[in-house]
């Protein structure tokens, strides 16, 4: 019994972790509960085919799925000072930024690119949400500025795709400082006569809420993203209320006239192409010109 017990059950239970499945080749949706084959997954655009949820995606990956050709330029985000207040929580500012970082590999929460969608020459911004909640701090206001000069620099429109849970607490009066001058960019952008699209992702709260997300000359939202100043939950327990079901979801604001468009990600490509030209009135550089 002890040969079988000390030798032959340690070697047995080590093979069969061999051919145990890796962590990552399975994905449980978090709408639905149903677990999908990660590839398969990753190939429907992160969306999950049994209930449609769509997941949370990256900015490469939205470069990737919108420009053409997976060609884009991508634009170099403004240097900020890391930690402006010297912060410290549970632990140090800085020590946050370089976890963010190391875990995503993006030095803040925006990146920003120049391509074409259909032949038309657009600028695409996108917060991430893996980098700290997709926070708004000086680095995503000076990144939205900076996307904003590029726009003008190449007549082109400005897509902006909001996914934060607010202004950056570490940053304190200097993250909300990012309110007004990203909203004095958008103003810049509409005396060039250029479009400012928002794409409103799950989640959208917060200042960015407040701000910028909701500046958009078309809102369009994907299907069942929060969108919110305040959180369900806050505003339930203040009015000691239940709210409306699906309140503060893509569908409860279409419906109440807060957005223009909810668009299934794999439609989105189009539908961008579709409204810019229109805002645009045909004026846009394309290939055949």
């Known amino acids: 019994m002890n040969w079988l017990t000390n030798y032959v059950k340690p070697k047995l239970q080590k093979v069969l972790n061999k051919r145990e499945s890796p962590d990552n080749l399975w994905y449980k949706c978090k709408s639905c509960s149903q677990m999908i084959y990660q590839k398969e997954f990753v190939d429907n655009l992160s969306v999950c085919e049994s209930c449609g949820h769509h997941g949370r995606i990256g900015p490469d990956e939205r470069f990737d799925m919108l420009f053409d050709r997976h060609t884009y330029e991508q634009l170099a985000m403004p240097n900020v000072v ?5 912060f410290k929580d549970s632990k140090k500012y800085s020590d946050r930024i370089k976890i963010a970082r190391g875990n995503t590999g993006d030095t803040d929460a925006i990146k920003a690119a120049f391509g074409k969608i259909n032949d038309i020459e657009t600028v695409i911004a996108v917060q ?17 500025l900076a996307a904003v000069d590029h726009a003008i620099a190449k007549k082109a429109p400005l897509v902006m795709f909001t996914a934060a849970g607010g202004a950056r607490m570490q940053e304190g009066i200097l993250s909300l400082m990012q309110m007004p001058r990203t909203t004095v960019g958008i103003s810049m952008l509409h005396e060039a006569g250029l479009p400012y699209i928002v794409v409103l992702t799950d989640p959208t709260t917060g200042g960015v809420t407040a701000s910028y997300a909701m500046l958009g000359d078309v809102q369009i939202a994907e299907p069942g993203a929060l969108i919110a100043f305040a959180g369900p939950r806050v505003i339930e327990q203040n009015l000691r209320e239940t709210l409306p079901e699906g ?10 006239g807060m957005i223009d468009i909810i668009s299934h990600r794999r439609d989105l490509k189009g539908e961008l192409s579709k409204v810019i030209s229109m805002l645009m009135d045909g004026q846009f550089k394309s290939a055949a010109e």
């Open 82 to 86: 890391a930690d402006p207040l010297k």
């Open 128 to 144: 991430n949400f893996y980098f700290m909640g997709g926070s708004m701090g000086m680095a995503v206001g000076e990144g939205f």
């Open 247 to 256: 309140f503060q979801r893509s569908e409860y604001l279409l419906d109440h």
